[in-house]
């Protein structure tokens, strides 16, 4: 059999600080341990789109064979960046965020637009008389705020009850989330409900309405819908999110379809991962699965660990073997 070429593929993150993206990187640790002739080169770009290009520039200079990418923005800079990548016949798998171009092999993550239907379409089910929605953007120049949005006008669209009556940008972050709700109490005083584009900008803004006394709060709808103990999934059971809608990070798919790419293999040109909306008639069922899963994944890395140190042992009394064999 013929040995198996080393491969260097490189991850440029548009932010790493985030429970999310953590999950993504272990999903995608936990993937690569099963082609140990992989190396990744990781990359965190910490919300800028300047770092971003840096890095991808670094990358590519690294050798890179392959580039997964989560795009901070889809602007005209950092399509161009990818384009060259890309032209450069270096394949490119796009991870949960979108560029404006085609320069790319496959895209990997949920959909978007699909998710902003969804709560357009719970929101009436959840004001059945009507109200005022605050939507809280994540930032308004990446692909899954722009979807989120879209999807949520097209889902309201049936229901002139609903209206959105106010528009505040977080940019996916805890503290900017703040800092808006902070300068628009009076809006989220007469919000009904409020759908921030993700679950941390929906508990930011929650605390801030708390702490500004509003009585009765709004109720809270946000995406992800993460395991942990002060993510998601723990919200919806504790009551402090009506909803959520599961946003699967992608991270293991990443690594198969990088396999599948440089292996020579056919790839779809879009992978697209399913979600599902999460409230009180589901959360138990959802929590238990996702403790289960979570058990296992911490079982499947225990058994990585392992097997590195069984390797090593073996390497070890293999040289010594040697040595007493050749004395
Ligand atoms: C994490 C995150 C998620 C959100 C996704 C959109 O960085 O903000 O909360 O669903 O990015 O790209």
């Known amino acids: 059999p013929t040995e198996k070429k080393n491969y260097t593929i490189g991850f440029s993150q548009c932010t790493g600080g985030d429970e999310w993206?953590?999950?993504?990187?272990?999903?995608?640790k936990r993937e690569l341990a099963l082609?140990?002739?992989?190396?990744?080169?990781?990359?965190?770009?910490?919300?800028?789109?300047?770092?971003?290009?840096?890095?991808?520039k670094e990358l590519v200079r690294q050798d890179i064979d392959l580039l997964i990418i989560s795009p901070n923005e889809t602007s005209a800079v950092l399509t161009a960046a990818i384009d060259e990548v890309f032209q450069k016949?270096?394949?490119?798998?796009?991870?949960?965020?979108?560029i404006t171009s085609d320069s790319y092999n496959s895209f990997i993550?949920?959909?978007?637009?699909?998710?902003?239907?969804?709560v357009g379409e719970a929101v009436p089910?959840?004001?059945?008389?009507?109200?005022?929605?605050?939507?809280?953007?994540?930032?308004?120049?990446?692909?899954?705020?722009q979807e989120r949005h879209k999807g949520l006008l097209e889902g309201i669209a049936k229901t002139p009850k609903i209206q959105i009556s106010g528009q505040l940008y977080g940019q996916w972050e805890q503290d900017?989330?703040?800092?808006?709700?902070?300068?628009?109490?009076?809006?989220?005083?007469?919000?009904d409900l409020v759908f921030a584009h993700n679950d941390v900008m929906a508990l930011s803004v929650q605390r801030v309405c708390q702490e500004?006394?509003?009585?009765?709060?709004?109720?809270?709808?946000?995406?992800?819908?993460l395991p942990g103990p002060k993510s998601g999934l723990q919200r919806i059971m504790?009551?402090?999110?009506?909803?959520?809608?599961?946003?699967p990070t992608g991270g293991e798919e990443a690594i198969e379809v990088a396999a599948q790419i440089l292996a020579g293999k056919a790839t779809k040109r879009e992978y697209l991962l399913n979600s599902i909306r999460i409230d009180r008639s589901n959360i138990k069922a959802i929590k238990a699965q996702s403790d289960k899963l979570l058990h296992q994944q911490q079982d499947i890395e225990k058994l990585n660990q392992r097997i590195g140190q069984l390797n090593d042992t073996y390497a070890s009394q293999k040289n010594a073997l040697y040595v007493i064999i050749t004395c």
């Open 212 to 225: 500004a006394g509003i009585n009765p709060l709004p109720l809270f709808v946000g995406i992800d819908g």
């Open 176 to 191: 900017t989330a703040r800092k808006v709700a902070l300068a628009n109490l009076e809006t989220l005083r007469e919000a």
């Open 89 to 98: 016949g270096i394949p490119v798998i796009l991870l949960d965020r979108k």
């Open 21 to 28: 993206r953590r999950v993504m990187l272990n999903d995608m």
């Open 35 to 56: 082609y140990p002739h992989f190396q990744l080169l990781y990359k965190d770009a910490a919300n800028s789109t300047a770092t971003q290009l840096a890095q991808i």
């Open 238 to 247: 504790d009551g402090t999110l009506t909803a959520t809608f599961l946003y």
């Open 109 to 118: 993550g949920a959909d978007n637009l699909e998710i902003g239907r969804m």
């Open 125 to 145: 089910t959840l004001l059945k008389n009507g109200g005022k929605v605050v939507e809280i953007w994540g930032l308004a120049s990446s692909s899954p705020a």
